[in-house]
Every structure is written in C-alpha cells, then in structure tokens.
RNA sequence: GGUCUCAUGGCCGAGCGGUUAGGCACCGGUCUGCAAAACCGUCUACAGCAGUUCGAAUCUGCUUGAGACCUCCA
C-alpha cells in the first residue's frame, strides 16, 4: 500500500492542478470538510459533497493511510453576510417552527445521521459543533486582534482586510482581486461600521431578538460565519493539516476568509491542499435550497420527488454520482438514474458470479493489470468515474469466464474477487443488497416455483404462465435462467 | 456589471496532443416452450469559425450557448 500512496495525485484548488499527495506526516492524513448548516433537512445536493468526501476519505482509509477526519456541524446561526443583512437562518427557522435553536439543530442532526446510514457515509472522526467552541473561536479573535488584523467596533470585531493584504494575500484561494469586487459591493455597505467593503464580521454585537446569544470580552454577541471552522480545524487538526474539503460554493468567500483567520492569527494557510466538491445540479441548475428546484435525499427513496415516475435505492444515488467526477457538475436526471439502477445490478451480479467460477490452470488475460487500473483511477485524483469503467471491464471478462470464453487461474480469481469487493464496496462505499430480506415470503416463492417448475416439466404452460402472471401482478418478476428460477 | 468554468454520440458521463472510455437506450446474436431476464457483439461524438502542429475532442484566438461565484449556500 506505501507503494501506491506514494502514486496519489490531488487537484489542489490553491495551486490550480493535481500535485503529488505529500502528507504532512508519513502515512497520516488530518482533513477538514465543512458539513451542513442544520436548520433544515439537507437536500440531495448537500448530500452529493458528504458523498464525495466519504469516498476520499474511504480511499485514503483503503491506501492505508491513518486518517482523521473532522467534519464539522454548524449549530449557531451565521448572524451576518458581508452586506450587512441578518441572516440567522437556525434563528428563523426556529421563530417558524416555534422551537428552540438547539431544538431544531437536534431535529436536523438527527435526520442527517439517518442520511448518513442509508447513503453508508462514514461516520468521520470528530463531529464538533460550533457552539460547543465559542470559547476557542474568542481566543483566535484575540489573537488577530493583537496581531493587528481585526479591530472591534461597538461590541462587534472585523477582520481588517486591507491591513492584512499589506502581509498577505487576500484572494490566494479564490483568485479575487479586491479592487474588482469593490465596485460592486461598495454601495451595498456605505452606512457600515466596517473600515473597508471587503472586511468580514468574526464578531457580531448580539440584537435584541436573537435566540442564541454568548458572551464575550467584547459584549454579548454571536461568533461570525467563518471563524468556527478555523477554531475547530485548529484545535483537532492542528494550525495546518493536509486537506481542507467542502463544497465549490464555499470558495469564497467562506474558505477564503478561513486562510485569512489562520494566516491572521498563526500566519499559515491552515492546508496544504484545499479540495473542492462540485454541485449537483437538476435541469442544468445547481441545485439549491432558494432556487427551489431542491428534493429531500429520502424524497428519491420513497418516489415523492414528483420528478421522477419510480423510486430508487440510495444504494443506485451513490453509484449515479460515483459515474461523475467530484470536480464536475452532475446532472440529476431520470434517464440517468434509470442507467446507474441497471449498471449497478450489472456490476454487483458479476462479483457475485465470481463466487461461481472454476478456476483454470492459467489465465488468459491480465488480472494484475486490471487490478492496477483500480489504482491508477483512484490515484489520478479520485477518477471514480474511471474505476467505474474499468469495473466493468472486469465484468465483462468476468461473465466471458463464466462462459467459457476466458480462464482465470486460481491465484488470479481470489486476487480479483478481492479487488472487485474491496473498490465496489470499501472504496466506492456501494452496498451489498440484503437478498432474501422478505424472510417470509422466500418459502412461499420457493413453494410456488417448485409448483410452476413441475408444471412446466409437464409442458402445462398454461399453469406455468398462470403463475407467472399473477406473480407479475404482485410485483414479483419471475426468471427463468439456465440454472433454475429466480424471482425479485 | 466583474471574475471564473464548461460546451462530447439518443441520455448520463470519462478524456489534458497520436490509442475502444464506461453505463443506459437502439440494433444484431446466444439462451429460452414463449416472454422477461441474463450474456456476447455492433453503431451513432467531440457547439461554430479560424489558427498552431506531421497529427487536436485535447493547445491558441474569436463567435454562440450554458453554468458558478461576487448575498446564505454542499
């Protein structure tokens, strides 16, 4: 495994290319991904960027690395945007439904681990919370103001960019030029307490009517919407870790203002390599929660969407959105997920025909290198989509197999039904179906095609198609294949 | 308006200068009492116009179209 950690190659949006992976420490990774804001149940594009990061995260896990993952949850509202507006969504969400902050920050963390189950995320390392770090957050606030980068103002702090851009350079991450964002934003911010249009609250004086309100030397206010993560990365991660992941529309200027808090505070960009996650997108839009055009990850489950005419297995979502790129868009379409439901079957039927197969004295083509295209896919920057493909050339020499067409010799099958089971379900994080889950039914169905067997033994087709009929319209598809009768 | 990204066959989606991506659909075949399923095989591309190059989907320029960010956002 040293051999192919050494092979990973990871597009580092602060440098705009894939570089070598080189971990801080041999052998162990620290990554950083901001999670969701939970005043609402997140919707299948969240999902699609904790998906994601627990593929990498299950990849380094695979190559052997020693990984900690931290994955934070914001449960305080993030009280202002850079123009002024309150905008403590945890707050209006608790106003509308008439609970309690927390209350609805427990209501929705608990529908995102029953997401993270069926969509078999792994549970990271550390789940912090942002309210349970206001103390830290305050400490890293002081430290950028004693180090000149952030002044306070009528019980609020900012962070004082064009100080900062006299050390260093504010827009590393995002490639914004400050001077070309002013024109826009200048007007928005005229009657602010802010010295400078481009400086962001890391502090923000409490209003009357707010549900959630902390102490701090500088009165009672709320912590600003960037610097929690800074505080958390920090305190399991270190001043500077590996990775820092979270989704493209994070960029800036959420993770922008994370490099400025860090380089303010301890003078280094908290990550070496900064990922970015793609958006999932219906009809050419990025999905999103004021577009509207948003559906509940449980919503596909059941059929609810009102977009699609059927329903679908979280375990087909997962692998739909492990045949796109994480760096790309990715169009939620029924066409599409009609595909990824069959491949799906395709693939998973294969590795379970592995279990049948003879082996040969020798093989006729190249397991080894098939193998090393897994590697290679997954190195070159997380190429699932590329693995995918290279999964089912494997298929397709596995079935050639099972036909007689091919050989492989018993070394070669027992290192290629551990790959195909390793990349499938380890790494690409797919799930086994429970078969024969309706435990009562499966002796009835056995009953019932032994009936319909001997009919058809006795040329009765019109009792064997009889019972195919009525099974039909019980939902249950009778098979009748070369070895014997399946139903599903 | 500013910054940036992308335009691939019926659909989804890889590709980063020379090789079949892959899946689904279609079509042909094998199997089958029939059907379905399964398996095998095959076809359809690179938005447009110029340029660089022995060679371009892949590099450059322009045109057209779409999207993201600049407000909360995964």
Redesign the pocket.
Known sequence: MKAQQDQLVIYNTLK?EKEPFVPIVAGRVGMYV????LY?E?????????INFDLIYRYLLHLGFSVKYVRNI?DAG?I????G?E?D?IGAAAKAEQLQSLEIVYKYAVKFQELQRIYNLLPPSIEPTATQHIQEQIEIIEQIIANGYAYEVNGSVYFDTRRYMQDFNYGIL????VD??E???RT?NAQDEKRF?AD?ALWKKANPDDMQIWRSPWGNGNPG?HIECTAMSTKYLGKQFDIHG?????????HEDEIAQSCGSFGCNPARYWM??????VN????????GN?FLPKQILDGSTGLFDKSYSANVVRF?MM???Y?????F?Q??L??????????T??IATLERIQPAAQSSFDVNMLVQSFYKAMN??F?A??L??????A??????V??G?EHISSPDLALLKEKMTVFAYDVLGLQKEAAGSESRLAPVMELVLDL?GQA?TN?D?TT??QI?DGLAKAGI??????DG??WS
């Open positions: 705009g901001c999670g969701p804001t609402s997140p919707h299948m594009g969240n999902m699609r960027t904790f914001t993030h202002t945007n850079s123009a507006q905008v969504s995002s490639g914004r030029k070309e964002l024109n826009e934003t928005l249009f962001f919407w979270g989704g493209m529309d994070l960029k800036f200027p959420h970015h996650a793609n958006m999932l997108n050419g839009q990025k999905m999103s929660k004021s577009f948003y739909f045949q796109a790129h760096r790309s868009n990715l169009d379409t066409d599409a009609n595909a990824a439901e069959k491949g799906l079957s395709k693939l039927d294969a070159d920057d190429n989509p590329i995918v493909a290279n999964l089912f050339e298929t397709r020499l596995i079935n050639l099972n036909d067409k319909r058809r040329k087709w064997s198609d195919r598809v009778v098979k009748d294949g070369k009768t399946t």
